[in-house]
């Protein structure tokens, strides 16, 4: 059973960077998939950013491409997001979430069988 814990959430302006980190414990992030999600109030869950087990594929929701950058490291299982150009439309709750399922999208959502408790990112314009 692995253990997501989030962390480097907080309150920026427009335009400011953040980096997310995913701390994984009780099993081998090297072994899963990792993706991060949001949730922006009254909206559903929906897919960031998604990575392969030895990082060589990622994937991207198309309103971040270009500003957001998923990253691992294995030896220190940690997964990353690193956040620049925020806008307010970012705001939401960034969940980490793990994946055993290889052959499948990083965005399939229903794939993800481990998720983190989220944290916390507001964009104030």
């Known amino acids: 059973q692995i253990q997501l814990v989030e962390s480097g959430g907080g309150l920026v302006q427009a335009g400011d960077s953040l980096r997310l980190s995913c701390a994984a414990s009780g099993r081998t992030a090297s072994n899963y998939n990792m993706a991060w999600f949001r949730q922006a109030p009254g909206k559903e869950r929906e897919f960031v950013a998604g990575i392969t087990r030895s990082g060589s594929t990622t994937d991207y929701a198309d309103s971040v491409k270009g500003r957001f950058t998923i990253s691992r490291d294995n030896a220190k299982n940690t997964v990353y997001l690193q956040m620049n150009s925020l806008k307010p439309e970012d705001t939401a709750v960034y969940y980490c979430?793990?994946?055993?399922?290889?052959?499948?999208?990083?965005?399939?959502?229903?794939?993800?069988?481990?998720w983190g408790q989220g944290t916390q990112v507001t964009v104030s314009s």
């Open positions: 979430a793990a994946s055993v399922w290889i052959y499948t999208a990083l965005a399939t959502e229903s794939k993800y069988g481990w």
